[in-house]
């Protein structure tokens, strides 16, 4: 069976997750953690980055920052996965959906403002597939509204947008390093982005439990207490060890992923022609990472034949998000803003394809041949 995916393992994680084991200090901020921030801090070009244990960590960090209340409102594509919404309605929001676009799955910047209210707090912008929203609109809309924007780039690592990193463009971002995203820190894991000296001070309280702890170990303050509310926002040392084994590898990996990305896209460029499918958008103003590569069929009963007849080729191929306005929980917390044009329709044609960091040439092979002969 070609897995749908692999974990990422470039060769050195094995060693570093051993000498952070030997040097008797495995909880979170140690040599690892320091370093591993310090090298997000310069190749992103932000002001402060903290590595947490899960991206839906780090956009619950954000919630507490951007200090949302019962009854705020955030603004989030419909079309994600759940941590998106579930970070801001722990903090008592009502999330206002918003329809996506059909070219890039991504929230539609044109329709954003309509959903804007007198309660409005935040817009949630996802990247989906590693692929930029349309941050300059989506930015101008929060400046003249008085928003906070933070980016969920769960899948954004190593992308950009106008050449800005994915989540250093709004107030504060996330990335995942959940074992299917492009980089790993051993299976679960994520990391805060913070552009906004604001939420600099506060955000090292609130992952240390409510505590001012981190300055105390700066030798700032002479005893730490108890000084706003708070979490144990933390990843192990030994989480940080394993990314750190991928950050020293972060273009291999990125290199080898869009190898495999290109492939498939020329490879099925000819039954896009023939209108079979239809294949992801890169808008020329973004440079992504090949987080995904998806084909979007017909209909949902073609989408169900084909993973079927993949997975009886021994191919697993998946589909991805049930929209979240017509989930149950979404439908509690919030409501659709608008009509739901593409989310739906859109969702239920998408199909991703397995591609991992060193996928073989000939599994890929197996992959675009059987694909070819669903459709010729
Ligand atoms: C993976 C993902 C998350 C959650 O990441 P975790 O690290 O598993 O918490 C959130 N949002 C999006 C868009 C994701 O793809």
């Known amino acids: 069976m070609i897995p749908f995916n692999k974990p990422p393992l470039t060769g050195n994680e094995q060693q570093y997750v051993l000498q952070a084991m030997q040097s008797n200090k495995i909880s979170g901020d140690g040599y690892f953690g320091k370093k591993s921030q310090a090298w997000f801090e310069k190749s992103l070009g932000c002001i402060k980055t903290l590595l947490t244990p899960s991206c839906t960590a780090a956009l619950e960090m954000a919630a507490i920052l951007i200090d949302i209340q019962p009854g705020d409102e955030v603004i989030v594509p419909s079309y994600t996965f759940v941590s998106t919404s579930n970070a801001f309605v722990l903090r008592g929001a009502k999330i206002v959906f918003v329809d996506i676009r059909p070219d890039t799955m991504n929230i539609d910047e044109t329709k954003i403002e309509a959903a804007v209210t007198s309660k409005t707090k935040a817009i949630v912008p996802v990247h989906y597939a590693g692929v930029g929203c349309e941050m300059d609109v989506i930015m101008d809309i929060a400046k003249r509204h008085d928003l906070f924007v933070v980016e969920d780039a769960a899948q954004g690592m190593m992308s950009n947008y106008k050449g800005k990193p994915l989540g250093t463009i709004g107030h504060l971002g996330a990335f995942s390093f959940h074992e299917t995203k492009n980089y790993t820190s051993g299976g679960e894991g ?26 105390f170990f700066r030798g700032q303050v002479d005893k730490y207490t108890w000084v706003d509310i708070g979490s144990s926002f933390l990843p192990s040392e030994l989480q940080a060890a394993y990314l750190w084994g991928q950050l020293e590898k972060v273009n291999e990996i990125n290199v080898n992923r869009l190898e495999i990305w290109n492939g498939y896209h020329q490879a099925f460029k000819s039954l896009q022609d023939s209108g079979f499918v239809e294949l992801p958008t890169i808008p020329t103003t973004c440079e992504h990472n090949a987080h995904m590569f998806y084909l979007k069929l017909k209909n949902i009963d073609q989408r169900t034949a084909f993973i079927e007849y993949l997975k009886c080729n021994e191919i697993s191929a998946v589909f991805h998000y049930i929209p979240l306005h017509s989930a149950p929980a979404g439908q509690n917390c919030g409501r659709l803003d608008g009509v739901d044009a593409f989310t739906t329709s859109e969702s239920e044609r998408l199909v991703r394809l397995p591609l991992y960091f060193q996928m073989q040439k000939e599994e890929q092979e197996k992959v675009i041949n059987a694909v070819m002969r669903f459709f010729v």
Not at 206 to 215: F, P
């Open 190 to 215: 994520g990391l805060l982005i913070i552009n906004d000296e604001r939420f600099s001070h506060r955000a090292e309280v609130i992952r240390e439990k409510g505590t001012n702890r981190s300055q």
